[in-house]
């Protein structure tokens, strides 16, 4: 049965905050699943206790459901008694509005789930990098392999341009990393980064990827600045660049003309 466009947006949106409150919960465990610990962890999520962003507790009862904790529980750690954040439930909002924004782009279809599962991989990381600065492998690489995979039936980029834009991506701000470390003796970035650009060149293709780059550059120069000018980040202190790469890349996704089938 053919679901008409109307429908599709609701049904997204819906499929999107369980999805974003799947995503809050699992992102919730953050400060327990850091650096090595990630490919050990990731394929057991669930057993890794929430935990309060003020004292590392574990939480337990209501406060360890993002949304519906946060409606419903005492929205306080057990432990410490400091207020639960609401960030999960703005990650699940999110997520649904950027889902019922994929099937308003897209229409109910194939392209539209495909848009989705990038979506939700690049909140996801946008958020494990502002927090933790990793961009994990786990994630990464396989939606590189999943952006390549898609691009077999064109859906958002030829064949051809979704290799090169994984080529493309990887070695470009590989060659930058390179270039700035000879010439300042510090590194400017991280491998995860490389991995992401590339894995949204296999999405998108080669010829997204310039204004991708332009982008989350100025993204980054901006929110950079205006964090200076309010004291919170020191002039020389490093900023995670998986954020703005990943809103670059959910802008390029929707607002430009990348569905060719």
Known sequence: MAIDPQ??????????????????????????????????????PWRVDSACHSCGAALRGWPRLPVLGWLFGPGRCGACRAPVAARGVLVALLTAVLFALCAWRFGPGYAALCAMVLVAALVALAW????????????TLPLM????LVNTMQVFATPVDAILGAAAGYLFLWAIYQGFRLATGREGMGY???KLLAALGAWLGLPAL????IAASMAGVIVGM?????RRIKRNQPQPFGPYLALAGIVGLLATGLHIG
């Not at 392999?145 to 390549?148: M, N």
């Open 145 to 148: 392999w999943a952006g390549l």
């Open 128 to 139: 494990i990098d502002a927090q933790t600065g990793l961009l994990p492998d786990v994630v």
């Open 7 to 44: 429908s599709a947006i609701w049904l997204a949106a819906v499929l999107g905050l369980v999805v974003g409150t799947c995503l809050a919960a699992l992102l919730r465990r953050l400060p327990r699943i850091q650096g090595d610990d990630w490919d050990r962890a990731w394929p057991r």
């Open 226 to 230: 205006a964090l200076i000018l309010m």
């Open 192 to 194: 995860g980064d490389f």
């Open 210 to 213: 310039p204004a991708v780059l």
